[in-house]
């Protein structure tokens, strides 16, 4: 999609990747206002299983991301915008419908149409940064981005502890806003024309599947990504169990939220001048393993926020660098169907990780073994990043 880049003059594409900034914030601060409240509110005091809630995270995972390949392959016919629009605007319905879900088919049908607008929207939105950015200032570009998301994953979770006090139903029709209004900010970019040589569907999936490192790096992600999703599942579980309360929910993620804030554009850029990317993507990924092992003995709330905060800084690591070799190694001409296929990492590590985490916790707890979800964690962390490292070093070879 390089013709988005040049069809556009540098005074267009500064403005265009600020409205995606402001697009970042109300998406994120959006969904982190009501998916760490997911788990507790059907758990606790609804009376659902945490494995029950699990799989249906794990159906909006499956279907958000598994599908993002088809909403890319569609962008790159007709274009970012149009998609980007529906996807959001479908998205506020899923989740103004979660709030009045009551059981577990309620529950599936709002996450599901919750994931359809995300399968619309999450690669278009991916492909427009990668397309409206250069080599040159992409990795830069993520890590401000990454900051944005960390200031709205700071607001979105304290804001919906705050609205959890009123009803859950309002957590759900804020977040619901949230995308509404990000409908408005995506109509005001500019129209970004489709790349000329834009293949079809299939011709699109022959060039992902041509392309021996990036289906190597998709399907390593999977152990990343089953790893990361345990914020949104066991962690707010993890809180609930040592404080008895919700409100330490919102506290870790304002710990975290603020230490991406904080550290991770200049955590990055530091790291750049005297690290090769693999190896910044290996320190993070051994950063989250430490983090997931350390989890493995808390005894009190201080010792989880000191375990969360190892995790993050991995986390804050990992992310960008992540983000920036994923559009390095896309075909310019297909960066939506690539991205889209690229989602099917964490639709599958994503949703084995909340489908798993939630059972493993749950199992745990009956069988009076605690330590053993988080160790398992912290060995998947660790080998995902020893496989991303090796593939990265030998990833020339494999063209």
């Not at 007709?78 to 506020?92: F, H, K, Q, T, Y």
Request: proline residues 4%; hydrophobic residues 60%; charged residues 10%.
């Amino acid at each position: 999609m390089a013709a988005d880049a040049v069809s556009l003059d540098e005074r267009a594409r500064r403005q265009a990747l600020n409205a995606l900034l402001v697009y970042t914030f109300f998406m994120v601060a959006g969904f982190t206002m009501v998916m760490p409240l997911v788990a507790v509110h059907f758990v606790d005091r609804i009376g659902m299983t945490a494995a029950a809630v699990g799989a249906a995270l794990a159906v909006r995972q499956i279907t958000q991301q598994g599908l993002a390949v088809f909403g890319g392959a569609l962008a790159d016919r007709i274009g970012n915008r149009p998609m980007i629009v529906a996807g959001v605007l479908l998205r506020a319905l899923g989740f103004a419908a979660l709030g009045f879900a009551t059981d577990m088919p309620t529950l599936f049908v709002a996450m599901l149409v919750s994931a359809l607008g995300g399968a619309l929207f999450e690669a278009p939105y991916q492909a427009a940064i990668a397309s409206l950015t250069t080599d040159a200032n992409r990795a830069r570009y993520y890590s401000f981005s990454n900051t944005i998301s960390g200031i709205a994953t700071t607001g979105g979770p304290l804001l919906g502890v705050a609205l959890l006090r009123f009803e859950f139903r309002i957590v759900c029709l804020a977040a619901a806003a949230c995308f509404a209004l990000n409908a408005v900010v995506a109509l005001l970019l500019p129209r970004m024309p489709v790349p000329a040589e834009a293949p079809r569907l299939a011709q699109g999936f022959r060039l992902v599947l041509r392309n021996r490192p990036f289906v190597l790096l998709t399907l390593i992600m999977m152990g990343y990504w089953f790893v990361s999703v345990q914020i949104n599942i066991t962690f707010p579980l993890l809180v609930v169990r040592l404080t008895g309360s919700e409100e330490g929910i919102g506290v870790m993620f304002a710990l975290s939220a603020a230490m991406t804030i904080l550290l991770q554009y200049p955590a990055t850029r530091w790291l750049a001048r005297r690290l090769a990317t693999e190896q910044i993507l290996f320190v993070g990924l051994v950063l989250m393993a430490i983090g997931m092992s350390a989890l493995a003995f808390v005894n009190s709330f201080p010792t989880f926020l000191a375990s969360v905060g190892i995790f993050s800084l991995g986390s804050l690591l990992t992310r960008p660098t992540q983000q920036a070799i994923t559009a390095g190694l896309a075909d310019r001409n297909a960066l939506g169907t690539f991205l889209g296929f690229n989602s099917l990492a964490l639709a599958v590590g994503g949703g084995i990780g909340n489908l798993f985490g939630g059972w493993m916790f749950d199992t745990a707890g009956r069988m009076a073994t605690p330590m053993v979800p988080w160790l398992i964690f912290a060995l998947v962390a660790l080998l995902t990043g020893v496989a991303l490292r090796a593939l990265l070093r030998v990833k020339a070879h494999l063209r």
